[in-house]
């Protein structure tokens, strides 16, 4: 008896496009334009700051992908400038400084760091020590009276976090003694003692205020003065 003939058996390679495509729309989960604005907006506010691409694909309650960000707005910056978000990369010294004068009109009084920092909708403070380089100077720049003082403890702190990151760790009174042995370009560290203006713990005032310049930059600062990666 001749057996009926069965039909040829499809590898995985032949797929029909048609059927493909429409199972992949139903798992496709859609958003609105609004929607991946919010999830940019929602990502800045637990973060505390503009995300970068990175920051934003490492946050655990972000449901998007950055490049479905991309597709619907064409560059990572874009999206973020229509969420409201400042990019943190790629403004002009101009932009940077009107935006501190802003500030300062919104503030009735000379930003500080910890202003700047605090504001989600502003590019960091390193981006300004690094554009003008010291966040005093930004300020200078942008018609602001600054006191040297304040310059010198600017100063202080960026000249901590880069020889914290050299350390991977908060430096102590005695690494920064070290230090400056070799670069006479640092303050001394009883210059850096008496520029923090508290009752008794100077030195330990100086790491924290170190430790907060290398969170504002992403870096992981441990309870025991130990600093990774980006969180």
Known sequence: MTRPRRSPRRT???????????FRAGLRRRYSNEQILEELRTAAKRLGRSPTMREFARDPETRLHPQTVIEHFGTWNAAKRAAG???RRFLTREELLSQLRDLGAQLGRVPKANDVASRRSLPSVSLYAHTFGSFS???RDAGFD???SEERLERAIAQGAQLA??????PKMADWKRARDTDRTLLSEWQ???LIDVERGAWTAFQFLVRKRLQED???VRADGSVGGES
């Open 12 to 22: 995985p390679l032949q797929l029909d496009e048609a059927e493909l495509a429409a």
């Open 85 to 87: 978000l400042v990019p």
């Open 137 to 139: 100077e930004a300020l």
């Open 146 to 148: 600054v006191p040297r």
């Open 165 to 170: 990151g050299k350390l991977g760790r908060l």
């Open 192 to 194: 850096v003692y008496r």
């Open 218 to 220: 992403g870096l992981d």
